[in-house]
């Protein structure tokens, strides 16, 4: 057998990095009303729609793919307590000093950069939006993984939209120029 009828196509790892997030409760438009938190205050005209399709556009990178499958996986195990020990024990309590759910998440976000890595610290830090909901565990369940992962896609999607805003001023044009579709208005 050779690498090549080993590999995984993109659609099925796009498609079940997605379907986990789901999965744990997580929706694009709770990611996107972080990114536009972090944002509408530079972009006027900006839409939750804009941040939705950026936060999509993220989700198609593998690496954000990876990270979302392997620290979901790890936190669905330690709900069913199938780690071993002393494994189990630190993300089930989320230890503090523990640090491979933020570097897996960080490891992700470096594909956007300087803005999307201090982005990340930012969001780490602040628990904003549904990463607060998250890290607390309202509604039960282990996501010491999940709540970094969402926080490192964030990051991404407002760094992604940094980088087209300052593209389109550099065009002339602003976000209000262009559909969340990607389409230009003008």
Not at 15 to 35: F, H, M, P, S, Y
């Amino acid at each position: 057998m050779n690498k090549k009828e080993l590999q995984v196509s993109s659609e099925v790892v796009a498609k079940a990095a997605r379907d986990a997030l789901e999965r744990r409760g997580v929706t694009l438009k709770d990611i996107a009303e972080i990114v536009y938190e972090m944002q509408f205050a530079y972009n006027d005209g900006l839409t939750i729609e804009h941040c939705i399709e950026s936060v999509d556009k993220v989700l198609y990178k593998r690496e954000i793919q990876h990270a979302l499958l392997v620290g979901i996986e790890l936190d669905e195990l330690a709900e069913k307590k199938l780690l071993s020990e002393p494994l189990q024990q630190l993300v089930e309590s989320d230890e503090g000093l523990f640090g491979v759910d933020e570097t897996i998440a960080l490891g992700a976000v470096f594909t956007y950069g300087s803005i999307a890595v201090t982005t990340f610290g930012h969001l780490d830090k602040q628990k904003i939006g549904i990463i607060q909901k998250l890290d607390t565990k309202v509604g039960n369940g282990v996501h010491t993984f999940l709540d970094d992962l969402v926080g490192s896609i964030a990051a991404s999607a407002a760094s992604r939209l940094a980088h087209r805003i300052r593209d389109l001023e550099e065009q002339g044009k602003s976000i209000k120029d262009i559909n969340p579709n990607g389409t230009t208005t003008v």
